[in-house]
């Protein structure tokens, strides 16, 4: 009885651990997609040619009446 209840334990505990391991690398995959994400936006639109040229296309793009 006491090798069932050891067995169950080590099972227990190497879910536990998975799951777990499972958890922390699906948080900084996201984490890091997100910082990645956001200074690819900074730095596209800090760009001085690329906001320049999307100035351009928007007010080319409205018509005056």
Request: with cysteine; net charge neutral; proline share 0%.
């Amino acid at each position: 009885v006491a090798i069932g209840v050891l067995d169950n334990l080590i099972v227990t505990f190497f879910w536990f651990a998975l799951v777990s391991m499972y958890a922390i690398s699906l948080y900084v995959f996201y984490r890091y997609l997100f910082y990645l994400v956001f200074l690819t936006m900074f730095f596209f639109f800090n760009d001085t040619a690329t906001t320049e040229i999307y100035t351009r296309s928007l007010v080319g793009s409205v018509r005056c009446v």
